[in-house]
Each structure stands twice: as structure tokens, then as C-alpha cells.
């Protein structure tokens, strides 16, 4: 019988299981299938307190599960809730085929990239299609080629910034004709000369997939309704992010987007389990606020346990 079990290991998973080691409840923490979670596939991340040189995303994400271990907590790395039942207590969760009952549980299992949504897109996914520059910018099919990186946020200007190492030039098509990024970010990307902007623009198509690689994308001016062409030897789409809820669906209070709706603190709608993190937050999103929120959780979660005399 587990006191707590945390479901996913980013900043609030792992700052969760940080605090709730030093409480002595021995945390038992599934990471799903990326360990460290979105962070990890950041370059520098200068935001973070603490770190005024900036510090690399994998880099924090090892010493914040390193700080929590220190601790006692438990890292199931790699493994992934199935199902869960929160119909009664124990909870009962199943982990790779395996059931764990648990007293309380904290649900930290953050966000995934968003997708475009184009039949091409899926086709040649990993063929030259992409969501994270930091872990395939370097790719030798994308060295001093034209690359198109999609989106008009932060994650659109950091990966469109790192991607400048490799490319020949980076088109940022975004469907606007301004950016959404903080005004730091997208200063340093509208003034780096291998960056071309590519406003009130949408992709309809990413080509080619008779060729079973990308050789450009098919652009909308959203404004004109002109079509274009647009050659690149790979697209990085960073659009933004979906919850990771779809397992709590019906069970757990959430909004239209999927995005759980926490009662009073962090507690969700089911007393002892508990949410962090960007599965529950649409509005800030930031690593330091996802770590504050886990804190938050573990703490919300220890007063829980011990009113019900645990
Ligand atoms: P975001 O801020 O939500 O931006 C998503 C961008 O994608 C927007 O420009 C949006 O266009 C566009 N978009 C959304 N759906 C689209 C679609 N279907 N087709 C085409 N374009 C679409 O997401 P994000 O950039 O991933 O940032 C998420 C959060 O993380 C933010 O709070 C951000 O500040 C933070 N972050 C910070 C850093 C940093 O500080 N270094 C780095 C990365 C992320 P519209 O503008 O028209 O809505």
C-alpha cells in the first residue's frame, strides 16, 4: 500500500515528490514515457530561479529527481498508468500491467505537443516532421537546409533560435502577423538574420509523402487566400500544448480542453487525489510555477493523509 503515488515526473511531479519524501511518505513516482517530462527537451532554461547562467532542461530535471531520491522517494522510470480507479479508497491504479493501491494520489502528468492535425503531418512524423528542435535539430538531413518551424509562441521562437545553429535558414510561419512570445524572445528571433517570418500564414500540407520525406509545405495566407510553396528539408511544429488527462476523462473534473479544474487548492473533485502542474494549468504554465504547484500538491496531500489518521 502506497501513501502517495505521483503520476509524472516534471517540475511538479518531482518537486511533489521532494516534498512529499521530506514528509516521510516515501512517494512512489510513475514517470510515463518521458522521464523528466517536457523540459528535458529544452536547450538553456534561463527563468528558472536560481540559475542566472541558465542551466541546461535535462540537466534539471536529473538533479530535481537526484533531490527527491536523496529523500526516499521511488522512481518508476518509464512506466505508465493504465487505468485508474478512484471510485473508493485505497485508490487503485494499474502501472505496466501491475495494480497499486494507494491512499493518496497526485496527478502531475503535465502536457503534450500539439499537433496540426494534417494527414501529411502523421505520415511523416519523424520523417522530417518534428516537435522538439534540442532533440532532433542536429539531424545531418537538416544541416545548412531551410527548416520551417510553425507557431508564433515561446516554444516557436526557442526552437526557430536553437535551430539557427544547423539550418541554411528558418521560415516561422505563423498564422498571425505578430508574435505571442515574451518581447525578450521574440526580439532575439525577429533580429537573427537567419530567421524570416512568414506572418497570416497556415500549413495545409506538409510534402511530400510519395517521397516518404519532407521536401517543403504548402502555405495559406490566411489573408490573401494565396497559395504557395515553400521548399524545407523539415518542419518543427510548436503550436502549443494538450493536456495529459485523457485517463481521468468522466472521472476527474476538467475543463472543455482537458485541463482538470482543481476544487479548492490543489484538490480536484475525488478527496486525496491531488493535481499539478501544467495538466491543470493553461494560464501561466512555466516551469517554476509547475515546481510551486507541486509543492503545493505534496503539502495539500500530507494534511489529507494525516486527517484521515495516516
Ligand atoms: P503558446 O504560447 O500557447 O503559443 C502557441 C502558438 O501556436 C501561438 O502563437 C498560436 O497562435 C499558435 N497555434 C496554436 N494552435 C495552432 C494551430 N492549430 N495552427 C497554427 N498555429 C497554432 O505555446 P508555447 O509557445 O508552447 O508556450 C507555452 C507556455 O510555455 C507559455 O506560457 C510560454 O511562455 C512558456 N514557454 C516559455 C519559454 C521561455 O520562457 N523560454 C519557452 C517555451 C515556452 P496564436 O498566437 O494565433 O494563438
Redesign the pocket.
Known sequence: MENLLIIGSGCAGLTAAIYAARSNLSPMVVTGTMPGGLLTT?ST???YPGFPEGIDGYELMLRMQKQAERFGARIKTLQTIEAVDFSRRPFVLTVDGEKIEAQSVIIASGASH?H??LESERLLEKKGVTYCATCDGAFPAFRNQPLVV?????????EALYLTRFASEIHLV???DS????KI?AGRTLSQPKIKPVWDS??TEILDVKLDKVTGVRLKNLKTGNETVLACAGVFV????VPNTQLFKGVIDMDDAGYIIPKKGTATNIPGVFVAGDCSDHA???AVTAAGLGCAAAIDAERFLASQGG
Open positions: 529544452t532554461v534561463e527563468n500539439r496540426l492535425g510553425v507557431g508564433g509562441g515561446d516554444s516557436a521562437c526557442e505563423h498564422r498571425r508574435l505571442r512570445a515574451s524572445m497556415a500549413v510548436a503550436i502549443g500544448h501561466y504554465r512555466q
